[in-house]
């Protein structure tokens, strides 16, 4: 168990539904990263955040969005959803601002089906 | 920005050793190294920083060559629990918004059978 907890664990929805995927970090981390982690795309990341801030952005669309509230927990939101975006969704966390250098402790993941 | 992983899959018998690569394009601070089992999070082994260390713990090291940009993962006297899917992360050295990212191989399968 990393510590790092996210909800649901899976999520079955339709196409161009919304849905919002939740993270709570590890206790004393401030840093929270969302992974896609696909089949045919493998592990890729999304976007960072820092103590409430976006820090790092990678390859996120722009039907998806990510917030990190003053608990330090963080949602990725999901909307228009297309079959192309049933994957796993892993939340990391690590305790400092850059991650540089730092280990990135994952979460169980959530599993979206997009029928 | 992708790092390659080599080989794609290895089968081993218990008791065997495995070498498993990493390969990035692109000048590193770090490569973290970590497992997959089937449908589990990744699970964090090790990170190696810059300065070409190496490192282990019980039959599982790793070594990273930051002048070649490589790093490898050394299983010896394999397991049955190591089989999963091994991933790199690596950490590309650029500008300030690409700490903190990691780029991840697509995988090595490592299979060990009694």
């Known amino acids: 168990d990393s510590g790092v907890t996210q909800t649901p664990k899976h999520l079955i929805t339709a196409t161009g539904q919304r849905v919002t995927l939740r993270c709570s970090p590890r206790s004393g981390d401030l840093s929270v990263y969302w992974y896609q982690q696909s089949l045919d795309q493998g592990l890729q990341f999304l976007i960072q955040?820092?103590?409430?801030?976006?820090?790092a952005k990678g390859n996120i669309l722009e039907r998806f969005s990510a917030q990190q509230f003053p608990d330090l927990h963080s949602e990725l939101n999901l909307s228009s959803l297309e079959l192309g975006d049933s994957a796993l969704y892993f939340c990391?966390?690590?305790?400092?601002?850059?991650?540089?250098?730092?280990?990135?402790?994952f979460g169980p993941g959530t599993r979206l089906l997009v029928l | 920005q992708q790092p390659v992983q080599s080989p794609q899959a290895v089968i081993l018998r218990e008791g065997e050793d495995a070498v498993i690569n990493c390969s990035s394009s692109k000048a590193l601070y770090s490569v973290h190294w970590y497992r997959q089992k089937h449908g589990e999070a990744p699970v964090f082994l090790m990170i190696l920083l810059k300065g070409g260390e190496q490192k282990g713990h019980d039959k599982i090291s790793a070594s990273f060559n930051e002048k070649k940009q490589q790093s490898s993962l050394y299983l010896t006297a394999s397991q049955l629990s190591y089989s999963g899917t091994y991933f790199c992360?690596?950490?590309?050295?650029?500008?300030?918004?690409?700490?903190?990212?990691?780029?991840f191989g697509r995988g090595t399968q490592l299979t060990v059978w009694p």
């Open positions: 955040y820092y103590n409430g801030e976006e820090r």
């Open positions: 992360g690596t950490e590309i050295i650029g500008r300030g918004s690409t700490l903190g990212r990691l780029y």
């Open positions: 990391a966390s690590s305790v400092g601002p850059s991650g540089n250098q730092e280990t990135q402790y």
